[in-house]
T-cell receptor, first 111, second 117 residues
Framework: QKEVEQNSGPLSVPEGAIASLNCTYSDRGSQSFFWYRQYSGKSPELIMFIYSNGDKEDGRFTAQLNKASQYVSLLIRDSQPSDSATYLCAVNPKNTDKLIFGTGTRLQVFP | GAVVSQHPSRVICKSGTSVKIECRSLDFQATTMFWYRQFPKQSLMLMATSNEGSKATYEQGVEKDKFLINHASLTLSTLTVTSAHPEDSSFYIC?????????????FGPGTRLTVL
């Protein structure tokens, strides 16, 4: 079992719709969770992080964390074509300063 | 804030030569920096964790004598790919953690695309 799993996609949504990206992780002791966006040929850029169970909103983005289910998601409201990218979920396991990355979900927002 | 730079952004070299890549945190101090490698259509793979003033910690399967890491200051880490071969061609990305915050957030540099002929 991979430590951090994501569906590779592509996930295709129409412009203006809500895109829902999901991630599961195996280390139950993981403490912090991150979503990064990576455009083709570029390095990842941080979208947001979440530590506590529940929802965290930042503009059009909402991260959701459920530690009991070992599940973290990212919702993108009012999706735009410029949101088309690969979204990487990253998890910080307990007692380490490393981040473990999923393989990413490719999102395509079509006009 | 939280800007990380890398230099060079792109390098082409001949097989057998060494290449040095610099990673700098521009507006914060980073006791810990990370080096990743990413092959086309694959995810980020952590190569090593670089700690200021001490030896780097390498991930399993990464040759420490081939990928030399130096973290001499709180704002600079370097990765030297020694005796590069075509299979070392990849996208090398560094990240840095801001010691001024309590989070584990890593901020990424723009990456260095290495092509070994």
């Amino acid at each position: 079992q991979k430590e951090v799993e994501q569906n590779s996609g592509p996930l295709s949504v129409p412009e203006g719709a809500i895109a829902s990206l999901n991630c599961t992780y195996s280390d139950r002791g993981s403490q912090s969770f991150f979503w990064y966006r990576q455009y083709s040929g570029k390095s990842p850029e941080l979208i947001m992080f979440i530590y506590s169970n529940g929802d965290k909103e930042d503009g059009r983005f909402t991260a959701q964390l459920n530690k009991a289910s070992q599940y973290v998601s990212l919702l993108i409201r009012d999706s735009q074509p410029s949101d088309s990218a690969t979204y990487l979920c990253a998890v910080n396991p307990k007692n380490t300063d490393k981040l473990i990355f999923g393989t990413g979900t490719r999102l395509q927002v079509f006009p | 804030g939280a800007v990380v730079s890398q230099h060079p952004s792109r390098v082409i070299c001949k097989s057998g030569t060494s290449v040095k890549i610099e990673c700098r945190s521009l507006d914060f101090q980073a006791t810990t920096m990370f080096w990743y490698r990413q092959f086309p259509k694959q995810s980020l793979m952590l190569m090593a964790t670089s700690n200021e003033g001490s030896k780097a910690t390498y991930e399993q399967g990464v040759e420490k004598d081939k990928f030399l890491i130096n973290h001499a200051s709180l704002t600079l880490s370097t990765l030297t790919v020694t005796s590069a071969h075509p299979e070392d061609s990849s996208f090398y990305i560094c990240s840095a953690r801001d010691i001024g915050t309590s989070t584990d957030t890593q901020y990424f540099g723009p990456g260095t695309r290495l092509t070994v002929l």
